[in-house]
């Protein structure tokens, strides 16, 4: 498979453990953003990597919530402390920036579910 | 920042009627709207997209049609079977950002 790749696929963790989670993206892709998606609602923005650089981080992401896409090839989320409310599913997605005049598609990843308990 | 609208949040059909689902978006920068498709447990899948140029795009049985004067646009879905069973996000796009609507859940009924 060639598209986005994340792991793990399923997280139960403890609150106040933390827990990291990767994404590797499609391989020439240069853009990679993270969403948080719970039940009946569509994904809300995280963060935005362009190749190595994270251009830009939403509110949403509390400081226990850190990413990082070293070399501009995968990306990781960790969350520090995890709290009940944190439980969603954790998307990332990537595309190529076209510029413009081009179709700036992007694929997301199969995602990773977390529950807190 | 941008924000959209999507409506209805279910829509019920007969298989082989028609589904229509709306989307308004706020940022009349944003120039760039595709529609996913989100079958339970799955990713979501891109389905079809339109820029902010083209006023209707068609793909087999599904098209869209934007309006950017009103700052809206819309996914059709013809001749519904039970595989378009799902749920459909519209997104935004203004630069790179995606914004979704919190999407629309459609049961085809056989």
């Known amino acids: 498979d060639t598209g986005v790749s994340q792991d793990p696929r399923h997280k139960i963790t403890k609150r106040g453990q933390n827990v990291t989670f990767r994404c590797d993206p499609i391989?020439?892709?240069?853009?990679l953003y993270w969403y948080r998606q719970t039940l009946g609602q569509g994904p809300e923005f995280l963060t935005y990597?362009?190749?190595?650089?994270?251009?830009?981080k939403s509110r949403l992401l509390s400081d226990r919530f850190s990413a990082e896409r070293p070399k501009g090839s995968f990306s990781t989320l960790e969350i520090q402390r995890t709290e009940q409310g944190d439980s969603a599913m954790y998307l990332c997605a990537s595309s190529l920036d076209y510029g413009r005049t081009g179709r700036p598609e992007a694929f997301f990843g199969q995602g990773t579910r977390l529950t807190v308990v | 920042g941008e924000n959209v609208e999507q409506h209805p949040s279910t829509l019920s059909v007969q298989e082989g009627d028609s589904a229509v689902i709306k989307c308004t978006y706020s940022d009349s920068a944003s120039n760039y709207f595709p529609w996913y498709k989100q079958e339970l447990g799955k990713r979501p899948q891109l389905i079809i997209d339109?820029?902010?140029?083209?006023g209707e795009k068609k793909d087999q049985r599904i098209a869209v049609t934007l309006n950017k004067t009103a700052k809206h646009f819309s996914l059709h879905i013809t001749e519904t079977q039970p595989e378009d069973s799902a749920v459909y996000f519209c997104?935004?796009?203004?630069?790179?950002?995606?914004?979704f609507g919190a999407g629309t859940t459609v049961t085809v009924r056989a």
């Open positions: 990597f362009q190749n190595e650089a994270q251009l830009e």
């Open positions: 339109i820029r902010s140029n083209v």
């Open positions: 997104a935004a796009v203004n630069d790179y950002k995606l914004s």
């Open positions: 391989s020439e892709h240069n853009r």
